[in-house]
């Protein structure tokens, strides 16, 4: 019988020990945090003060801004438009926020912003090219894209073809199809841009638009009328050199007032006629 008798366990003294074992666990967690926050707020310190010391150092001070890609800028103005000076230490320039500053100025198309260390800063920019002034009741610049990037104010001299009679749904937006009428316009655009064309940009003053009919340019002196209407504009450019090469050899008619190239099969010219020496004009 007695040796059949169980051994009953002590459950208040194993309760005990767990207690202070979960205790001596919770304490030992707690110490690893203080260890660990005490250890991050060093790091941090430590963090802080190496990069106050780094960027208050002389040494790492810009003795040079380079800029290049500036033409119609000049480069102190595209140096302030980054907030930027000599003297600012290079490594506490924020380059990504001084390449916003420089992209929120109309005329930079693209910008870049990199450090030369120890004591240099280098900035490339991009301008846009304008190509046309467009008229939608307020003037507009647009760039060689296509793509209006300013208004145009009377600071801006520039010497381009004013386009009228387009409306705002015609523009280049990205992801759109162009209207016809802006692809015209383009294109025309384009081939005043190749070397040695008869018709420059520089001698086209105003493009005007009309849906039914197409083009019709004024160019040299704004009261010559060269009516293109839509397409085969490389063959109108051609015949047009034709013509323009035969007042020149035409010793009674050297000048003109109106050319109509809508329809190759029927181009009419309305020709200046010399009367006498002394210069009088009429239309024929």
């Known amino acids: 019988m007695l040796g059949n008798k169980r051994v009953r366990k002590n459950y208040y003294k194993n309760s005990a020990v767990k207690r202070r074992m979960k205790i001596i666990r919770q304490l030992k967690f707690c110490l690893k945090m203080m260890i660990g926050a005490a250890a991050l707020a060093t790091m941090s310190f430590l963090?802080?003060?190496?990069?106050?010391?780094?960027?208050?150092?002389?040494?790492?001070?810009?003795q040079s801004i380079e800029v290049s890609g500036a033409d119609r800028l000049r480069p102190d103005r595209v140096i302030r438009q980054a907030w930027l000076e000599k003297g600012v230490n290079t490594l506490s320039v924020n380059l990504s926020l001084a390449r916003k500053r420089l992209l929120a100025h109309p005329w930079i198309a693209e910008a870049e912003v990199r450090r030369e260390l120890p004591s240099a800063i280098l900035i490339k920019i991009k301008e846009h090219k304008p190509l046309a002034i467009v008229d939608l009741s307020r003037k507009f610049v647009m760039n060689e894209s296509?793509?209006?990037?300013?208004?145009?104010?009377?600071?801006?001299?520039?010497?381009l073809p004013v386009i009228?009679?387009?409306?705002?749904?015609?523009?280049?937006v990205s992801g759109k199809h162009c209207s016809t009428s802006f692809e015209a316009v383009m294109t025309v655009l384009k081939l005043g841009q190749k070397p040695g064309t008869i018709l420059p940009i520089r001698l086209i003053k105003r493009i005007l638009v009309d849906r039914e009919i197409g083009l019709t340019l004024y160019a040299f002196n704004e009261v010559k009328t060269i009516r293109l209407g839509y397409n085969d504009y490389q063959r109108k450019y051609d015949r047009l050199e034709n013509i323009l090469c035969y007042f020149k050899d035409e010793?009674?008619?050297?000048?003109?007032?109106?050319?109509?190239?809508?329809?190759?099969?029927?181009?009419v010219v309305n020709p200046v006629r010399i009367e006498s020496n002394a210069g009088t004009h009429k239309e024929v």
């Open 251 to 267: 010793k009674n008619c050297s000048d003109f007032d109106s050319i109509d190239l809508n329809n190759l099969d029927r181009i």
């Open 164 to 172: 009228s009679g387009l409306e705002f749904s015609d523009l280049n």
């Open 146 to 159: 296509g793509e209006i990037f300013k208004e145009w104010n009377e600071s801006d001299r520039l010497d």
């Open 47 to 62: 963090l802080i003060l190496g990069h106050d010391v780094v960027t208050q150092c002389d040494y790492f001070n810009a």
